[in-house]
């Protein structure tokens, strides 16, 4: 079946430490990947997306993710966390165009001063 | 360049009334997508419309719940005779009809349904 992990649902982060938030994949098909962060009471914004090519993608604002297709792995990493990033975090996995995306639950980031 | 508009962004409804949710997709965008949020889940598919046309519908509840896309107008999602466990986000998203970017979508602000 296809699902996405994420197993961590709550992360404490001091300001200025290093994040890595860790979501894994099953997903018969090519997967698509993508990572959503979602401020209380908003939408969601896409932080970035892989498709193919470079396993390693930028981001909006210093967020950067590495797809590793021997781990079915697709974590997200900041090297500075500030205080603006508090906000829950979403992996997602989909395939060609017109199909549903699958989310996984979801981890909060707390960042601590 | 407006983002994907829903409306209302609260909506509070009594057992047994309708629920009418309304999404505008992004300009350009002729592909809209409804996904439903519990507390504490993640997102989950519900359905996937085209103009006119439901092209996949796997999420749906059998019951209660429809949605369309109108030639002209936004997308709605309907949900009859509302119960306490319809409360929660629901979200549109869009993308673009085709080519690789059409793998993206572009979320809404959602609207959240309270059933008292």
């Known amino acids: 079946a296809q699902s996405v992990t994420q197993p961590d649902i709550h992360i404490t982060v001091s300001e200025g430490a290093s994040l890595e938030l860790r979501c894994n994949y099953s997903y018969g098909a090519t997967p698509y990947l993508f990572w959503y962060v979602q401020s209380p009471g908003q939408g969601l914004q896409l932080l970035l997306k892989y498709f193919s090519g470079d396993t390693l993608v930028q981001g909006i604002k210093g967020f950067e993710a590495e797809f590793k297709r021997s781990q079915s792995s697709f974590n997200l990493r900041k090297p500075s966390v500030h205080w603006s990033d508090a906000a829950e975090y979403f992996c997602a996995v989909g395939a060609q165009a017109g199909t549903a995306l699958i989310f996984g639950k979801g981890t909060t980031l707390s960042v601590s001063s | 360049n407006a983002g994907v508009m829903q409306n209302p962004r609260h909506l509070v409804r009594r057992r047994g009334q309708e629920a009418r949710l309304r999404c505008s997709p992004m300009k350009g965008h002729s592909h809209v997508y409804w996904y439903r949020q519990l507390p504490e889940e993640g997102l989950k598919f519900m359905v996937y419309l085209q103009k006119e046309n439901i092209i996949d519908e796997s999420g749906m509840p059998k019951e209660r719940f429809s949605a369309e896309f109108p030639k002209e107008g936004p997308s709605i999602l309907r949900i009859q005779q509302v119960v306490r466990g319809d409360s929660a986000a629901y979200f549109c998203?869009?993308?673009?009809?085709?080519?690789?970017?059409?793998?993206?979508?572009?979320f809404g602000p959602g609207t959240r349904l309270t059933v008292l």
């Open positions: 998203a869009s993308s673009l009809t085709s080519g690789r970017a059409a793998n993206e979508q572009f």
